[in-house]
């Protein structure tokens, strides 16, 4: 059956081969990696040991060698202990180097022991990296950029640039679950929120989506959890969307179920459609014009139907918002907010709707509660609705967003204010005015039939449009090509005046017009009356209030205090691997070359990225042992969603469509059943709490053999070891016809000593912004590509409008045809500085620390299972039911404690309820580990005392934690344990500084109380209109108690 499945040189050991000395496991490796044709030797080609110019001799001799090599090692700076220290902590865990607990951890069959094909890091140091990839990203050709298609040139500000794009104490933090040291970020976001509600016109909106395109795909799937998407399974989309967007729909749509119809909206009659649920239209739409669509949204809403609109939110700036037209839904980018366009991205994505649809709502929602003092609080509600809690019933999949891309657009209309953004609109429209104007009066015909905001067409069939737009391309000049015969010219902010003439003399000078004529239009930056927006909007005060940069520095500077992140100590979220996101591998993205680069930039034009990105995808397939990878999934739930109907691509190339069954363990993530159900799959649990059992295994795939497609197995277990029957585990899988899909999250505990392919999975997708280095950003972006074997290959992602080099048959998943190609240089610094024996030891450091924690703090709590040698992997888990059952104190307690020490909590109650699951990384010295160990035990002392009565159970350190200044420095204290017991329960607190939470405990259930009473005004959730609902607040401030299970206490453990 095996051989059936897959090429010779992919096949997973047989049973015989299962026991095998480990030399003839050698020899299985290296016929593994041979079966990788497609990879080169990255260390040669991006090696630094070439031709010296140095004599024989001298090349030669060992000695010079080391004395000479680069003193900017990157290795050392990246891996936490110290030699001595590694010695130590080996000590602490009982083995006798670090080759012995690898050993111990990790299952002889599946170690690999060839080295990973990556540059040689430590003959280049961080500075030889760096200008080996200036280098390459040099052959970029940065051209004025005509295209817009939904990217356009932004100016972002310099001060936002500085104090948050390019700040640790930004782009180093978690996503917001931790409402108390998050207050900084959540009150951006919620300025994010208020921003899109107030430029669509709509009551509510998200904390950001991926991208332009898989928002509008959220829509329809939104559209079809508000309708009986049995009896009405249409959606239809406007030819005038962009086509990346109708690609991305495209393929969505046919494993959802719905049947999606493109077409002209204006000649498509709605009311002969009863199966119609929903219509998407663009605004304005792809070809620049705007157009009205209140008819079209009455006739849908007569039928039942719903209509999405597509919007640039620039252009909302100046023309009436789509809730005056009807819409039940707007989706769009923000990326023209002060946001680079990063060769596709990633920038945010955005949704918004109405207060009855919020329950049905994809991605996080920031709101508002009340912290135990009764004072306003912000934090993530409705939580209820996510993949981490809903599982397959959740709204979607989405997990990762694009937090940092969102604060980035919130300060973006925060320093220009209401004021400056109509004057960039005005601008805009009038830099498209002219040129309008200055091509009618050379004798060149317009082709855009009506009103227009930046965007002109024109008739360009006498010197035929495509060469048209090939000799430009040639002058540094990108139009877009719309077919034979017309071409457009897309206006934004980085324009300048010369610009127009300058363009206008290059189609002159191609031929272009040449005659003479005259133009009607009117250069004064209005837009036409029919579509001018006439009400106020964004009349709060954070966006008319600052006007210097010192005030706006210092806002930003205020938000930042309020948040822990790693500039301040180690975050420590198991199945996040919140490691260190170095300077060097991040400096690369604010490059002109790599921040201003349009996504359909001609090929001539982008060779210095392509050559980028296609090495990345090369380094990524030695790392996980297969064939080829795709990098245009945009986030991890991505990369399932994509990996998955490779799966099914592949299923249905050899007829076997059919196929639906996905096998599920029980720890796996959220977003796991969450992208299995998107992809119209059958769901079949199994439990693993002590490691999957074999014959229950085997008998549950028997059952489905007819019907199993796929198997989703993380490895090492999120349970936090690696499970030794795991290759005999997929060899089942195969042999009922399945494939085997390994969920990357826990990659970092992989990295060049065993990989997704030696242990026989078929596809994995990677967390780029985890295992890789790219910082997670407070909750985005992220990079989730998938890698595959051979057999897979061809059914790998694709794109329409530009086909990356490893586009296979599959479609579009995301907008940009390789995803979020702007960070994508962040892994190929890591990879690149690390070499193979910094990437390898990554992994091998990250197993120490976490080993090393474990026996620090097993002898104080109860560690769950581990390996048969007591060996975690990279993270280990701390089950607090005993706890929890003598004391009262929960997991939430010891969490919101923590914050006290100065220290994030780890994870929480996942995969095993009421415990804390911890992984340290590899970027942990030994003295930030015991800092963090010496808590954890001070804090178990701190639980004796409530179980031997010395504090009573409802007023100890722990339920009333985190503690404030406020609350410090009040002339009252009515607590039975000190001050100082409060806020400096250990003394590094005084020597490093104190970290103090800006808000007491938030109520984690008063939002969503609120938005289940019908979301009455003031709706101040999600809308910020109101600020308090003060009979609430004083009740519930009187009342306040622990909620358990109120949100809070669930990680979102995918990001």
């Not at 179920?257 to 649920?277: N, Q, R, V, W, Y």
């Not at 250990?986 to 007491?1000: D, E, I, Y």
């Amino acid at each position: 059956m095996l051989s059936k499945l897959r090429p010779a040189a992919t096949l997973v050991a047989s049973k015989a081969e299962r026991s095998v000395t480990l030399r003839a496991l050698s020899a299985l490796n290296r016929v593994h990696l041979r079966a990788q044709a497609t990879a080169t030797n990255e260390a040669a080609k991006y090696g630094a040991t070439g031709n010296t110019g140095l004599s024989q001799t001298s090349a030669a001799d060992p000695k010079l060698k080391e004395l000479l090599q680069p003193v900017d090692s990157f290795a050392p700076r990246h891996l936490g202990p110290s030699k001595a220290e590694l010695a130590d902590m080996c000590k602490t865990i009982g083995v006798k180097d670090l080759a012995e607990l690898i050993e111990q951890t990790i299952p002889a069959t599946v170690r690999r022991d060839l080295p990973l094909d990556l540059p040689d890091g430590l003959n280049l140091g961080e500075a030889g990296s760096l200008e080996l990839l200036k280098s390459i990203l040099s052959k970029n050709v940065i051209a004025k950029n005509y295209i817009g298609m939904g990217y356009h040139g932004s100016l972002v500000p310099s001060v936002v640039a500085r104090n948050l794009l390019e700040n640790p104490g930004w782009y180093t933090a978690y996503t917001p679950y931790q409402a108390e040291i998050s207050q900084g970020r959540l009150e951006s976001i919620f300025n994010f929120q208020t921003l899109v509600c107030e430029l669509t016109g709509m009551e509510v909106a998200n904390a950001s989506l991926l991208d332009e395109g898989t928002a509008a795909a959220e829509a329809m799937a939104m559209i079809a959890r508000t309708v009986n998407s049995k009896t009405k399974n249409q959606f239809f989309v406007s030819k005038d969307v962009h086509p990346q967007s109708i690609d991305v729909l495209k393929l969505r749509a046919k494993y959802f179920g719905m049947e999606l119809i493109i077409g002209d909206h204006k000649s498509t009659d709605f009311t002969a459609m009863p199966k119609l649920c929903g219509a998407l239209v663009q605004y304005p739409d792809t070809n620049g014009v705007l157009q009205d669509y209140s008819g079209m949204a009455d006739t849908l809403h007569k039928n039942g139907a719903h209509l999405v609109v597509s919007a640039d939110p620039l252009a909302l700036v100046a023309v009436k918002p789509p809730s005056e037209f009807g819409a039940d839904i707007v989706v769009g980018s923000m990326q023209r907010f002060g946001v680079p366009m990063w060769f596709g991205g990633p920038s945010a994505a955005y949704m918004a709707t109405s207060k009855k649809q919020v329950r049905r709502m994809p991605g996080r929602l920031i709101g508002e509660s009340i912290d135990r003092y009764g004072n306003a609080a912000y934090r993530l509600t409705l939580q209820t609705r996510e993949q981490h809690i809903r599982l397959d019933k959740a709204t979607s999949n989405v997990c990762t967003a694009q937090v940092l891309l969102a604060n980035m657009a919130a300060m973006y209309a925060i320093y220009n204010r209401t004021s400056g953004l109509k004057r960039i609109a005005a601008r805009v429209h009038g830099l498209a005015q002219l040129f309008a104007s200055e091509i009618e009066k050379a004798g060149v015909k317009l082709a855009t039939a009506g009103p227009f905001f930046d965007t002109v067409a024109f008739d360009a069939s006498a010197v035929g449009a495509a060469s048209l737009v090939e000799k430009l391309q040639a002058q540094g000049v990108n139009l877009r090509l719309l077919d034979d015969g017309l071409v457009s010219a897309s206006f934004d902010e980085s324009h300048v005046e010369r610009d127009i003439g300058n363009l206008v003399g290059a189609l002159k000078g191609a031929g272009v017009g040449g005659g003479s004529g005259s133009s009607s239009i009117t250069v004064d930056g209005k837009v036409s009356a029919d579509f001018a927006r006439t009400k106020p909007f964004l009349q709060q005060k954070i966006f008319n209030s600052i006007y210097s940069e010192t005030e706006m520095m210092r806002y930003m500077h205020c938000l930042q205090l309020k948040d822990l992140a790693l500039d301040k100590s180690m975050i420590s979220l198991g199945s996040c691997t919140m490691k260190l996101n170095s300077v060097s591998s991040l400096a690369p993205a604010s490059w002109p070359e790599v921040a201003n680069m349009h996504p359909f930039a001609p090929p001539s034009q982008t060779a210095g990225y392509v050559e980028m990105l296609e090495s990345l995808e090369k380094f990524l397939v030695s790392v996980t042992g297969f064939s080829a990878c795709s990098l245009q999934p945009t986030s991890g739930a991505s990369g399932e969603y994509a990996g998955l109907l490779v799966i099914r691509k592949f299923l249905e190339n050899k007829g076997e469509g059919h196929r639906n069954v996905c096998i599920i363990p029980r720890s796996a993530h959220g977003t796991n059943p969450a992208s299995a159900a998107m992809c119209d799959m059958q769901i079949k649990w199994i439990e693993d709490s002590k490691g999957m059992d074999l014959k229950e295994f085997r008998a549950l795939c028997e059952t489905h053999k007819d019907n199993l497609a796929a198997l989703m197995v993380t490895y090492p277990s999120t349970r936090g070891f690696f499970e030794d029957d795991i290759k005999e585990i997929c060899d089942i899988v195969h042999e009922f016809g399945g494939q085997v899909y390994m969920d990357g999250a826990n990659m970092n505990a992989q990295l060049g000593l065993t990989s997704p392919g030696l242990i026989g999975a078929d596809v994995c997708h990677l967390n780029l912004h985890k295992t890789f280095s790219i910082p997670h950003g407070g909750g985005g972006p992220g990079l989730g590509p998938i890698c595959v074997r051979e057999h897979l290959a061809p059914h790998l992602p694709s794109h329409v409008v530009r086909k990356p080099s490893s586009g296979g048959s599959l479609g579009a998943v995301s907008a940009a045809p390789w995803g979020q190609a702007g960070i994508a240089c962040i892994p190929w610094m890591f990879c690149t500085m690390l070499g193979a024996q910094g990437v390898t030891d990554s992994a091998r450091y990250a197993i120490l620390n976490a080993n090393y924690m474990k026996a620090r703090l097993e002898p104080h709590y109860n560690i769950c299972a581990t390996n048969g040698n007591n060996k975690c992997s990279h993270e280990f888990i701390m089950d607090l039911s005993d706890v929890r059952k003598s004391s009262g104190i929960g997991e939430e307690d010891i969490a919101k404690r923590l914050q006290d020490y100065g220290f994030h909590a780890p994870t929480m109650s996942w995969p095993v309820p009421h415990s804390l699951m911890v992984e340290p990384t590899e970027s942990e010295d030994k003295g930030e580990l015991d800092r963090f160990c010496d808590a954890m035990i001070a804090i178990r002392d701190e639980i004796r005392k409530v179980e031997d009565g010395t504090w009573p159970m409802d007023d100890n350190p722990l339920k009333m934690a985190p503690h404030t200044q406020a609350e410090l420095c009040a002339s009252e204290w009515t607590h039975p344990y000190s001050r100082e017991v409060a806020a400096f329960p250990v003394p590094w607190l005084l020597q490093r500084g104190k970290f103090w939470p800006t808000v007491g405990r938030v109520d984690n259930s008063l939002g969503d109380e609120n938005s289940s009473s019908g979301w009455s005004e003031p709706f101040w959730i999600l809308t910020r209109r109101g600020l308090a609902l003060a009979e609430q607040a004083t009740r519930l401030s009187n009342t306040f108690s622990d909620t358990e299970g109120g949100g809070m206490s669930w990680m979102s453990t995918h990001e």
